[in-house]
């Protein structure tokens, strides 16, 4: 998932007024590895982390 992608998620969820505590929650994540997942120069998000945020945003 490159950059532009992780923004759109994080402009999703700021939207929706989703942060990354209540995400963290709904996906059974800590809350400190879900936002490290969203730094520029971090690994790439899990498959099942991406569905589960995308399934909370809708």
Request: hydrophobic share 40%; no cysteine.
């Amino acid at each position: 998932m490159d950059p532009a992608e992780k923004q759109a998620i994080k402009e999703k969820m700021e939207a929706k007024g989703v942060g990354f505590d209540k995400a963290a929650e709904e996906l059974k994540v800590p809350e400190q590895i879900l936002a490290l997942y969203f730094k520029d120069d971090s690994n790439p998000i899990p498959k099942r982390i991406v569905d589960g945020l995308n399934n909370l945003l809708e």
